[in-house]
């Protein structure tokens, strides 16, 4: 009877190999986890910036809108009241003949992101009728 008692108690708990087998598991869990949370905010914090982006472009259109009777090729650029993260460039530049004018304008909304620069653009075809150049 006492041997059997010896033998119980030599085989309960956990070897070291187990132990060290366990925090393994769970430590290659957490990285993993923590891996997925960091993208995760990551690409919440890129849409969040597009979003922005996307609303700024909007308020070029507005502050800034191209005047039919006063289109004509160039560039331009400005800042925006309240947000220096962001710059905006505008170009125009003609793709039509003299008598059939067509004018692609370019708009783009700048900023810098961990160094490295970044943009949304808005592309536009821009058909302008002689009886609008003459006025």
């Known amino acids: 009877m006492r041997t059997d008692v010896h033998r119980m108690q030599g085989q309960s708990g956990l070897t070291l190999i187990e132990i060290m087998l366990a925090l393994t598991i769970v430590a290659i869990g957490l990285v993993t986890l923590l ?6 905010i990551a690409v919440a914090r ?29 560039a331009e650029q400005g ?21 059939d004018p ?4 370019s708009t783009r909304v700048i900023w810098s992101e961990r160094g490295k620069e970044s943009y ?16």
Request: proline share 3%; glycine share 6%; charged share 35%.
């Open 35 to 40: 891996t997925a949370a960091s993208r995760c």
């Open 79 to 99: 800042y925006f009241d309240g947000n220096s993260d962001f710059t905006w460039q505008r170009t125009i530049e003609q793709i039509g003949e003299e008598e």
């Open 46 to 74: 890129s849409a969040k910036i597009y979003e922005n982006a996307r609303h700024m472009l909007g308020r070029v259109e507005l502050e800034n809108p191209i005047r039919w009777d006063e289109v004509e090729e160039g």
């Open 102 to 105: 067509l004018f692609l304008v």
């Open 120 to 135: 949304e653009e808005v592309v536009t075809y821009m058909f302008v009728p002689e009886a609008l150049d003459d006025e």
